[in-house]
């Protein structure tokens, strides 16, 4: 019987120890997921607060750019000088206030950015005029730009139509369940029938802008400027992107120069030298985490505003041997 109840002791023992063990890993756990939830919402908002600063300094780039020159916008400016991964400790070298921890901290925090002039690219909203008629001078140009991109042709019109209906407000109250969403990213060009292929090969070339614009004829690409202008080939475009590095273009007359004949194809309200769109991209890296922004900014004279913000965190990246 003695043994009986010592056993039954023992049981009970090594069951309490097994309760205690298992409530004692659990609340373990439980603290670590509460360390590991308060140190990453910490750093998330460490980075929002820096990619905003980003953002301003960017801003002030551009305002700047326009108190120096109010005239053109071209690739030899600052603003066009895309800034390289660098230590955040960089930018916070002059501040004479930071502590030793705070040092330490900003040292394993890496910045990288760069400025886009959205109107170096044909904005897809110029395919439908203000009458609310789809133009045919952007239907053309968006032609030369699916058939030298070898896109299919036959999603084109789809895409004018659809946009023309997306705009058309008596339409869209009318036959307001029919009636395609106005997309707001490049991206969402899906609704109006582009493909993914289509909209991966137009990424660098096509935008989305609240109204109508010009294309800068000094930030464009060649696939752009072959486009956008009726009779240019593709030489002749190449030709214009190339002289340009040297001395950007001021007005009709120096693209004249290169290409004899070509001004008479050059409207203002279609071709320009200077932008009021730009797309701002800004990069953050803790070590595993990467935090990516992209924002659009309009600048007016000497006022800019920020028309929409995209924030997202990367993965962690993997070996390509996993």
Known sequence: MTRRQAGAALLTAMLTVALVASMASAALWQQWRSVEVETAQRARSQSLWVLTGALDWARLILREDRRASAIEDHLGEPW???LEEARLSTFLAVDKNNTPD???????????GNITDLQSRMNVFNLVDKQGQVSTVWLRAFGKLFEQLGLPPSELPVLAENLRFARDNTAATTWASKAPLMPQRVGQLRWLGLSSRSLALLADTITLLPESTAVNLNTASATVLYACIPTLDMAQAQRLVSSRQAAHFRNFEDVN???PGIASE??????????SFFEIQGRLRLQQTVVEERS???RKGMDMKTLWRDRGAQPPATSPLQ
Do not use: I, N, R, Y
């Not at 705070?102 to 990288?112: G, I, K, N, W």
């Not at 050059?266 to 932008?275: I, N, R, V």
């Open 257 to 259: 120069k290169l290409v």
């Open 266 to 275: 050059l409207k203002t309200e279609d071709h320009g030298f200077s932008s």
């Open 296 to 298: 659009l900014v309009q």
């Open 102 to 112: 705070e040092a330490d901290s900003a040292a394993q925090v890496f910045l990288s």
């Open 80 to 82: 066009a000088v895309p």
